[in-house]
């Protein structure tokens, strides 16, 4: 406290301020950091300038950044071998409002307010390296629309739409999308691994409560740039953040990167303490015998 106060600070009584001034100056070095491999060119570098260290999210960086990431964070030879893509929402990291609270789905507060947050992420994952490929945060509820604006331009080869076998059983019978009533997708979706998402997501919700405490851009920045640095785990086949039940479980312990913790098998003895303090135990005699011995006397 003495060390912040002399060094950073008159008053001794502001070292409050220093996670406060340490969360924005990671972001700026962040910011940083994106900046560097997005403006590469001798003309993108003199934005480099722009970025203000007091906002460093400011002059329309996000804009720049959300895009240069859908169109570089895979590369063409990673895009061209994406056959089937895994599209789900989580609700548990969401931002922010800006403005006026949107709808939620699901049972409503009890003193009946509207939660201030978006209605969280939607991503599109390719099941086969399980790497995130498009994303964009939900201000209204997961429905047809999220997912076509999430797909974007990149996945114009999707030619087939289904629904998991978990989630079809709440669709009717006339759901054209239901591998449980038509054959044709029940054969596609099986070498798949519809649950990718879910996977992913066990590992994501570890960062709600961080990101969701952030301000609106500065959780719209953080978000990407996780799951940015999750693809390149995942490129180094570095696993070790990830369930080790998910769908890769098998290929990460070839690779001796997962193991299933040894289990000992369970023994019920009795303490060696307490064998000299256990007295014998006499049973009542029964009721016959206590007769027998009255009538002898």
Not at 84 to 108: F, I, L, N, T, Y
Not at 250 to 269: D, E, F, G, M, T
Request: aromatic content about 10%.
């Amino acid at each position: 406290m003495f060390a912040q106060g002399e060094a950073m600070w008159e008053n001794c009584d502001q070292h409050a301020r220093w996670r406060m001034e340490y969360a924005n100056a990671q972001l700026y070095y962040q910011v940083l950091m994106e900046a560097t491999q997005m403006w590469t060119t001798p003309s993108g570098r003199e934005q480099l300038f722009n970025i203000l260290v007091e906002k460093p999210l400011g002059n329309h960086f996000l804009d720049f950044y959300r895009d240069w990431w859908h169109r570089k964070q895979l590369s063409l030879a990673e895009w061209r071998a994406v056959n089937e893509v895994v599209m789900d929402g989580h609700a548990k990291v969401s931002a922010k409002c800006q403005g006026p609270p949107p709808v939620h789905v699901g049972r409503p507060r009890k003193d009946g307010a509207n939660k201030h947050r978006q209605n969280g992420w939607f991503m599109v994952i390719d099941p086969r390296s399980g790497m995130g490929g498009s994303m964009a945060g939900m201000e209204e509820p997961q429905n047809n629309a999220v997912a076509k604006n999430v797909l974007r331009k990149e996945f114009k080869q999707v030619k087939y739409w289904s629904i998991d076998r978990f989630h079809a059983k709440a669709h009717s019978a006339s759901c054209p999308c239901s591998p449980i009533h038509v054959r044709r997708l029940d054969l596609r979706l099986r070498p798949v691994t519809s649950s990718i998402a879910e996977q992913t997501f066990s590992w994501f919700r570890g960062y709600a409560s961080s990101f969701n405490t952030k301000a609106h851009d500065t959780h719209v920045f953080y978000v990407p740039l996780y799951v940015k640095m999750h693809n390149n785990l995942v490129r180094q086949n570095r696993l070790q953040h990830l369930n080790a039940f998910s769908g890769r479980s098998k290929i990460a312990k070839a690779a001796r990167v997962l193991r299933k913790p040894a289990s000992n098998k369970y023994h019920c003895r009795r303490p060696a303490s307490s064998v000299n303090l256990i007295k014998p135990v006499h049973k009542k005699p029964a009721n016959k015998v206590v007769k027998n011995n009255v009538k002898r006397k």
